[in-house]
Nanobody, 119 residues
Framework: QVQLVESGGGLVQPGGSLRLSCAASGFTFSSYDMSWWRQTPGKERELVADISGAGGSIGHTDSVEGRFTISRDNSKNMLYLQMNNLLSEDTAVYYC????????????WGQGTQVTVSS
C-alpha cells in the first residue's frame, strides 16, 4: 500500500523557517522522481520544487529559488523541503508527490500539510 505522509507544517512568522518532511512507503522510493506542490483556496496546485530519483537533478520554482531547498534521503525513504525566509504568500497546503519517471502515468500524492506564514 503506497503512502506519502507529510509533516512539519505549522504557523510561523514572516522571515521564519520550517522544514517539511514526507515519509514514503509501499513503493521503491529511489526509483521515483519526487516533488513538492502547494495550493491555496481557489487556485490551482503549483509545483514548488522537484528532485530526481537519485537526487542528481533538482529544480525550484522562481518564487522560492534561494529560499527553499528540496532534498531526499533514499536510505530513509524521506523527502524534505527546507523553507527559509518565509513570506506571507508562501501560506498554502503543501503536498508531496511521487512520479514514476518512465511513463504509465504512475503518481501518488500525500494528504498535505498546512503552512501558515503570519505575524
Amino acid at each position: 500500500q503506497v503512502q506519502l505522509v507529510e509533516s512539519g507544517g505549522g504557523l510561523v512568522q514572516p522571515g521564519g523557517s520550517l522544514r517539511l518532511s514526507c515519509a514514503a512507503s509501499g513503493f521503491t522510493f529511489s526509483s521515483y522522481d519526487m516533488s513538492w506542490w502547494r495550493q491555496t483556496p481557489g487556485k490551482e496546485r503549483e509545483l514548488v520544487a522537484d528532485i530526481s530519483g537519485a537526487g542528481g537533478s533538482i529544480g525550484h520554482t522562481d518564487s522560492v529559488e534561494g529560499r527553499f531547498t528540496i532534498s531526499r534521503d533514499n536510505s530513509k525513504n524521506m523527502l524534505y523541503l527546507q523553507m527559509n525566509n518565509l513570506l506571507s504568500e508562501d501560506t498554502a497546503v503543501y503536498y508531496c508527490k511521487a512520479r514514476w519517471p518512465y511513463g504509465l502515468g504512475l503518481e501518488y500524492w500525500g494528504q498535505g500539510t498546512q503552512v501558515t506564514v503570519s505575524s
